[in-house]
């Protein structure tokens, strides 16, 4: 991987108000993933690449990243990130709605990495049980929303998003196929462990 490129990456988004993952939920991140060399990964939204392309590091011999991307011209500019940062043989982007692409993939992932429309994490969070194998790591990113989750904010504006995400967080609490918890960190990190693996329909 090219660092010094990843750096102009992550200060041109900064630049741009591009929304990418924070410092201290990367080293989080990092924690998880570098205990044992990772063969995929799956991440929903992609933005510019970033968060991939650091995720990279952490990829197995042939490992590799799926990632998924609506935006076209994020798309474009993540193509050419990951270029940059000479990853690309590593991460593979999926153009398109995640509600659409995430039902036609069949893969198992190691890990699971959700960061991308709020008002879908329920549907997310069901796909990404459904491609993970006991021992996967799901992650979801800005969770706690600002503050408003775990507050009683309840306006108009962003309620959608909000309700859903407290959905996020009731389903992997209750579910006993997994161990949960939420960290206050960046704008909130859940993270579950796939501890067993339902093979119901």
Do not use: W
């Amino acid at each position: 991987m090219n660092k010094e490129e990843l750096i102009k990456i992550k200060q041109k988004a900064l630049d741009e108000h591009i929304p990418i993952i924070m410092d201290d939920t990367l080293e989080v991140l990092a924690e998880i993933l570098k205990k044992e060399r990772l063969s995929r990964i799956l991440e929903i939204g992609t933005a510019v690449g970033y968060s991939a392309i650091c995720f990279s590091e952490y990829l197995g011999h042939e490992g590799r990243i799926d990632t998924i991307e609506r935006d076209p011209d994020r798309v474009k500019e993540a193509r050419e990130n990951i270029k940059k940062a000479e990853v690309e043989d590593k991460i593979c982007i999926y153009e398109g709605d995640a509600v659409e692409i995430l039902p036609t993939l069949d893969n198992e992932y190691d890990v699971i990495f959700i960061d991308a429309a709020k008002g879908k994490y329920p549907f997310f969070l069901s796909e990404a049980i459904r491609l993970s194998h006991e021992d996967s790591i799901i992650i979801a990113d800005n969770i706690l929303y600002k503050g408003y989750v775990m507050s009683d904010y309840n306006k108009h504006k962003q309620r959608t998003a909000v309700n859903n995400l407290r959905e996020y967080i009731a389903e992997i609490n209750n579910n006993p196929n997994l161990e949960s918890k939420v960290l206050e960190i960046g704008d909130g990190l859940a993270i579950s462990k796939v501890i067993k693996k339902s093979h119901e329909i």
